[in-house]
């Protein structure tokens, strides 16, 4: 027998977006002076591994590729930061960041430039020189441009959520973990019905930040995104003892290799005397259902060489430790933040595989919206009418 329930907001998935949107709407509407009733549901246990909201670490960052980006990375570290203030705990580790380019990269430089100039945002321009004079642990061509920035961090993954968790839970939203949602029903005026198996929560507003499941979900209503679900993996290298200390915050930076494939990294952090890296959109398609935890060996091998000819002294004679998530990509790699066609009420928020940085941005933007209609931040590049969701002739491009 199924309970009824009537809510004013409920929270599908609590990730590190659903999780953000949940204290988003607890926060904002207590400072409105309402009294809402918002229920969060989790399919799984909360802080869970079988998205992509796990882990230690994920980088934030302003130096992105259009001036959209480069200015929600202000409002990430704004929301983050008020996080937590909140929570009375670091939640963004500025490191500094290095972005590499080498001669002829698949990802240009003056992308970057342009739009960290249109925004004002401090950055230098190094050569491979000058960048391995600061940090030697590199081993670079010539002709390696480098891009540096003294804002770039880690937004830690694990901490983040947790602390949204906490947060909204202190707020009084209901979190509910090992629910998983059946089907949402939608009359096209703005009711919307959420079946569970215990029970059915009838509601104007519906934040649905399921990433992976989210065609799954959307299926009923007879609406999907095109996405690609892939199987990724970041490793953590257990460098020797005498090396952990250039690898420490301080003297290495968070990195990224702007090429294809692309390489990224982060200096020690998190419980594990270890570095990690991983190749970005180098896993196999998978569905969040049938998604393997299995080590991708040549994925691993291609980054271990890539490592052994870039950043030699990461590479020991230990076995690293591999850990796996998930990417759900849009078509272009952009965002997906917006009511869904014909279903008043029903908002998706989906981060396309670089969206952790931007989780409590999500979660304020989604709220926002669903208290009041609308939010503070230009969020029209990650529309539902947009041609990478809209066009079926329209080719991926996963490069950012």
Not at 79 to 105: C, H, K, Y
Not at 310 to 316: E, I, K, R
Request: hydrophobic share 40%; proline share 4%.
């Amino acid at each position: 027998m199924k309970t009824n329930r009537t809510v004013d907001h409920l929270v599908i998935g609590l990730g590190g977006l659903g999780s953000g949107a949940a204290y988003w709407l607890a926060r904002l509407g207590q400072e409105a002076g309402r009294d809402d009733v918002i229920v969060g549901l989790e399919q799984f246990e909360l802080g869970h591994d079988k998205g992509a909201s796990h882990d230690h670490s994920r980088i934030i960052r302003y130096s992105y590729h259009t001036t959209e980006y480069v200015r929600l990375a202000s409002e990430a570290y704004e929301t983050w930061d008020a996080v937590s203030s909140e929570a009375g705990e670091e939640l963004v580790v500025r490191t500094g960041g290095i972005d590499l380019f080498p001669n002829n990269s698949a990802i240009p430089i003056i992308g970057y430039t342009k739009s960290l100039d249109e925004v004002g945002v401090a950055y230098e321009v190094l050569d491979a020189s000058e960048t391995m004079r600061r940090y030697p642990q590199f081993k670079l061509k010539s002709d390696v441009v480098v891009l540096s920035q003294a804002d770039t961090g880690i937004a830690p993954a694990i901490k983040g959520t947790s602390a949204h968790h906490r947060l909204a839970a202190r707020r009084g939203v209901e979190l509910y973990a090992g629910v998983a949602v059946e089907k949402i029903i939608s009359d096209g005026a703005g009711d919307l019905t959420v079946v569970t198996s215990d029970c059915v929560y009838r509601t104007g507003s519906v934040i649905m930040c399921a990433d992976g499941w989210s065609n799954e979900l959307l299926k009923d209503l007879d609406v999907q995104i095109p996405l690609e679900v892939t199987r990724e993996q970041v490793v953590y290298y257990p460098t020797p003892d005498t090396d952990l200390k250039s690898f420490s915050i301080g003297s290495f930076p968070v990195w990224i290799w702007m090429d294809n494939p692309s390489f990224y990294g982060f200096p020690v952090y998190g419980d594990l005397a270890a570095v990690k890296a991983a190749e970005d959109v180098g896993g196999q398609p998978t569905t969040a259902r049938t998604r393997s935890f299995a080590t991708d060996d040549a994925a691993l091998q291609r980054l271990t060489d890539f490592l052994g000819q870039t950043l030699p002294a990461m590479v020991g004679t230990t076995a690293p430790r591999v850990k796996t998530c998930l990417y759900t990509l849009t078509r272009d790699r952009d965002f997906v933040l917006d009511t869904v066609p014909g279903h008043p009420g029903l908002q998706v928020g989906l981060g396309s595989a670089h969206g952790f940085k931007f989780a409590s941005w999500f979660g304020r933007s989604l709220a926002e919206r669903a208290l009041t209609g609308t939010t503070r931040s230009a969020i029209h590049p990650f529309r539902f009418d947009r041609p990478a969701i809209t066009d079926q002739d329209f080719v991926p491009n996963y490069m950012t």
